[in-house]
């Protein structure tokens, strides 16, 4: 089977503790494309008041097949979507 091969996105993206962090709409992408897994973090409701994110899904996938979930869960804000986040896409590529 032939691999797809797509120009690289140019340009400077957002960094977080060395890794990539890109947001389209509601869903936030973070991890290296490179290794094993990738975090995606996706609003699925917001505050009518406020507008800030009330409910955000939070899955660690696969990077080259995004539809293995590997790990999933919900919180209510998105620094405590992000925090628990992060510690399970580091303990999913720490397992390989």
Request: net charge negative; proline share 4%; aromatic share 6%.
């Amino acid at each position: 089977m032939a691999q797809e091969t797509r120009p690289l996105a140019g340009g400077k993206h957002l960094e977080y503790m060395g890794k990539p962090l890109v947001r389209q709409d509601d869903t936030i992408c973070y991890g290296d494309m490179s290794e094993k897994y990738i975090l995606i973090l996706e609003i699925l409701k917001r505050d009518k008041e406020t507008d800030l994110p009330s409910k955000i899904l939070i899955q660690v996938v696969e990077s080259q097949n995004p539809t293995n979930i590997i790990k999933q869960g919900d919180k209510n804000s998105l620094h405590d979507a992000f925090s628990l986040g992060t510690v399970w896409l580091e303990q999913a590529l720490k397992k390989g």
